[in-house]
């Protein structure tokens, strides 16, 4: 099965999050954190990225950045693989240390930038083992927690070389004061009351931008396309693009191979028979279908109020499939038949 391709060019942005394989610790000790911001460091430079906004969780991080030349991948390749280097030797152990390829999602920074950057900035307040804590413990972790970018956006210590912090507090005002406190006021409003999720508008889980920004990500794929026919290498390699499908298409797989009408697929309910079909339809449709197909899309046209259900079976998948082989060899059937249209058998057993 083909991997869905990565969209790279200068000046674009990207929300980007790995976790560690089978959601283990990537971060034991200080000194592991400490560890890869010194190889982030060296990569920013080596690479000319700009890291905006970031945390480093126990099992997982997220940054969100702007690559100023079509280098992601290879700017990511160095991070991970220097980090997961020097790990395995330290602790000494061998094999993968971060599950799979890391997620990159193309932001339009004009209309989300903000967002993401609270997002992020929210992640050590939203465990599990923290969402019981007040109001006051909420904003004394947000602004004490040490691996986290928003102590260094708010003036509260130094920013570490590789972070830009101007280009986000720029529109919350006009002189640095107000910048930062209104600022503030931005990210502990996700403290207050639950926001949406910003990424279940993300379209095909690959762009997160208005539907002009999406057209323009849509016409460099088609500019990818016509490159690759040419087998011009260099530019090829700098602009990608990511794989659409109808909905409908996913429907059609899905059915014959659980030998199911859609409307068993569509009906939003807990029938033993439609639950495991219904689940990979979600699964399925958020990773193939582009267009302007986002999860809330999705969910609305399979009976949901917006796309959070969607989100909740797609990590369910996830998680299944890490031990499900055979939900697992399911799944790889239907993918083939995604990308080549060949006939699908039942995949009952």
């Not at 030797?89 to 990159?104: A, I, T």
Request: proline content about 3%.
């Amino acid at each position: 099965m083909p991997r869905p391709l990565r969209i790279e060019a200068a000046g674009m942005w990207y929300h980007i999050m790995n976790r560690g394989v089978l959601r283990k610790e990537i971060f034991v000790c200080d000194e592991d954190y400490q560890r890869f911001l010194e190889n982030l460091t060296d990569n920013c430079k080596k690479f000319n990225v700009e890291i905006h906004s970031y945390v480093l969780m126990p099992n997982h991080f997220h940054f969100f950045l702007k690559t100023n030349e079509a280098n992601l991948s290879r700017f990511m390749h160095g991070q991970l693989t220097s980090y997961t280097t020097w790990f395995n030797l330290k602790y000494e152990r061998v094999g993968h240390l971060f599950q799979g390829r890391y997620k990159s999602i193309v932001i339009d920074n004009n209309n989300y930038g903000t967002e993401i950057s609270r997002y992020i900035h929210l992640n050590p307040v939203r465990t599990k083992e923290n969402l019981e804590l007040n109001l006051r413990e909420k904003r004394k972790l947000l602004k004490n927690y040490k691996w986290s970018s928003f102590s260094a956006m708010v003036g509260l210590k130094p920013a570490l070389p590789f972070l830009v912090i101007h280009d986000t507090l720029e529109s919350f005002g006009d002189n640095y004061k107000d910048q930062i406190k209104n600022y503030i006021d931005f990210v502990e409003e996700g403290i207050k009351r639950d926001l949406d999720n910003p990424f279940e508008k993300a379209v095909a889980q690959l762009v997160l931008g208005s539907e002009t920004f999406v057209r323009e990500i849509q016409s460099m794929n088609k500019i990818g396309n016509k490159i690759d026919k040419k087998n011009n290498k260099k530019s090829r390699d700098e602009i990608r693009g990511f794989i659409s499908l109808p909905i409908e298409k996913i429907f059609e797989v899905v059915c014959k191979g659980f030998d199911v009408d859609i409307q068993s697929i569509l009906k939003n309910g807990k029938g033993s028979r439609n639950v495991e079909p219904r689940q990979i339809t979600f699964y399925l449709a958020a990773k193939y279908c582009a267009g302007l197909m986002t999860l809330n899309k999705i969910g609305r046209l399979m009976g949901c109020k917006s796309g959070s259900s969607v989100s909740m079976a797609i990590k369910r998948i996830n998680k299944l499939i890490e031990n499900d082989t055979n939900l697992k060899s399911k799944l790889k059937r239907l993918e083939d038949e995604l990308n080549t249209g060949s006939g699908t058998h039942s995949i009952h057993s």
